[in-house]
């Protein structure tokens, strides 16, 4: 029905979460109308992404050696957000006046799924805590099993240390993702944290 390097195209579309075969023909046709200097900035950008790697401090996306998190010396160790994924730290670096540091988890301990707290990046946080003299862990994950149970490891794994471990306490319904969060919300949670008991 088309030719193969538009069909090419539209499989690729789909591969976007929530796009099927008549969104991803409807943006197919929309790039076929794009003009040969925008489909290279469109081809460069795809090719660009291939560059982006794990900051090794904290987990991050960037394209540097360190996220610009972990470069910007203005910024200080003594605390730290501890969030599910890179994304979730756009939100709050939204909100402005936060200028500590990130961890980036990865995913949340799920034993029902077989998700362990070893195949999440929790270890790096330990060390992180203990080689910064880092003063409190903010722990904001999503109201969910999955993010309780990854809380209260975090709690336990860092009880040995002189740090607090506090959490956000987000009113909002169990299982909504804290990227659809607004930051007036968040900015309020933030300010009335609580440690995590
Ligand atoms: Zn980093």
């Known amino acids: 029905m088309y030719p193969n390097c538009v069909r090419n195209l539209i499989d690729s579309l789909k591969d976007l979460p929530g796009i099927g075969e008549k969104s991803a023909e ?13 489909i290279d900035n469109f081809a460069n950008a795809l090719n660009d992404i291939k560059n982006i790697k794990r900051c090794p401090i904290c987990n991050n996306i960037t394209d540097m050696d360190k996220c610009y998190i972990c470069n910007d010396t203005g910024r200080d160790n003594d605390t730290i957000f501890v969030v599910e994924k890179p994304k979730d730290i756009v939100l709050f670096e939204k909100m402005g006046n936060y200028k500590g540091k990130y961890h980036v988890l990865d995913g949340l301990i799920s034993p029902l799924e077989g998700i362990n707290p070893e195949d999440i990046n929790l270890e790096s946080l330990i060390n992180r805590v203990k080689e910064n003299n880092v003063k409190e862990v903010i722990v904001v994950l999503k ?26 306490p987000i009113g909002i319904p169990m299982g909504t993702d804290i990227e659809y969060i607004d930051s007036m919300t968040l900015e309020m949670a933030f300010e009335d944290r609580k440690d995590v008991a």
């Open 26 to 38: 409807r943006l197919a046709f929309s790039i076929l109308n794009f003009d040969k200097e925008k």
């Open 143 to 168: 109201p969910s099993i999955e993010g309780e149970t990854t809380m209260q490891y975090i709690k336990k794994i860092l009880s040995n240390y002189d740090v607090r471990v506090s959490k956000i």
